[in-house]
Nanobody
Framework: QVQLVESGGGLVQAGGSLRLSCAAS????????IHWFRQTPGKERELVAV???????YYVDSVKGRFTISRDNAKNTVYLQMNSLKPEDTAVYYC?????????????WGQGTQVTVSS
């Protein structure tokens, strides 16, 4: 069982930065791939970034070069550093854990954190 808690969301102007954190409970955190999804009303949930248990990363094209996902297994935490934010990045961001990378329906989810980027 893994419990996830996101933090770090907020309101920022376009061009600004935010760092989201996903803190996990559970002794097997390091064995999970951690996914960041985002969702806005009326749109499908979108996979933004993934980091595998080995530290390999993946990004959706729209955030490449602007977002960085990283993990600190000693702290049971995954980070999503978001730079050069755009209004279209506005969404609720969720972290999710699964034993598989690119899981479409990960086993464990956080409650989400709102990111709002003003123009």
């Amino acid at each position: 069982q893994v419990q996830l808690v996101e933090s770090g969301g907020g309101l920022v102007q376009a061009g600004g930065s935010l760092r989201l954190s996903c803190a996990a409970s559970g002794r097997t955190f390091s064995s999970y791939a951690i996914h960041w999804f985002r969702q806005t009303p009326g749109k499908e949930r979108e996979l933004v970034a993934v980091i595998s248990s080995a530290g390999n990363t993946y990004y959706v094209d729209s955030v490449k070069g602007r977002f960085t996902i990283s993990r600190d297994n000693a702290k049971n935490t995954v980070y999503l550093q978001m730079n050069s934010l755009k209004p279209e990045d506005t969404a609720v961001y969720y972290c999710a854990a699964d034993g598989r990378v690119f899981a479409t329906r990960p086993d464990y989810w956080g409650q989400g954190t709102q990111v709002t980027v003003s123009s």
